[in-house]
């Protein structure tokens, strides 16, 4: 069963916590998903998800939830809270759970999960720039034996790779490489950490706060 990532951003104000908006994530995502199908001839569909922007540009444009990230990144989240951590990531901090102080708006989103919400957490901006992104852990899986060749021969690490050979032939072998931690995390730091540090604030005064659910 697949597990995704609640996230949400809040700043501190003379008020407390608040939660903060931003751009519904959706909206560029089925633009592209509107390009793509135009691309292919596929005008119905390309015109009904074109319905579906002008919908959320108009009826939800600004969102809590999923606007700073939304992927599911296995490796982000063992680095956030040690969760799926497969290739034993240093985690930033063990789930703290929830803040005491949380917004209402986010408070009454993590209630509503109930049960379903898993290892909750929160980060501010502080400890997401002092982590080391930089630091390296192993990779090791299973991929095609040419596969392993190129990489004894030139160094190429595997694009893909498998966590075992259930159900696959023969034709598999199991090797190690190392890769940096921003490797697999690139598109949260390019974007999100980069959306974090542009709020004036000091960076304890913005944090994330986050759970999951599978």
Known sequence: MGCDIHLYVEQRT???????QGINPWIARYKAFA???????ENERAAELDRYVVEMETKELWVYEGWLYKERNYALF???????????????????GLPGDISDVVGKEAARWEEDGHNHSW??????LTYD???????????EKNVADKYRQTGKRPSYWFYDTTNRNNNYE???????????????????????????????????VFWFDN
């Not at 003379?14 to 903060?20: D, K, M, T």
């Not at 809270?81 to 063990?94: E, G, H, M, S, T």
């Open 14 to 20: 003379e008020n407390g916590w608040e939660a903060v």
């Open 35 to 41: 390009l793509n199908a135009r691309e292919r001839g």
């Open 78 to 96: 063992a680095m956030l809270a040690d969760v799926r951590n497969n290739y034993d990531y240093k985690p930033i901090c063990q789930p703290k």
């Open 123 to 128: 980060l501010t901006l502080q400890e997401l």
């Open 133 to 143: 992104w930089d630091q390296t852990t192993t990779i090791t899986g299973w991929v």
């Open 174 to 208: 199991q090797i190690s490489w190392q890769v940096k931690y921003s490797e697999h995390v690139q598109q949260f730091l390019d974007y999100g950490l980069l959306k974090l540090k542009q709020y004036a604030c000091p960076p304890e005064d913005i944090r994330i």
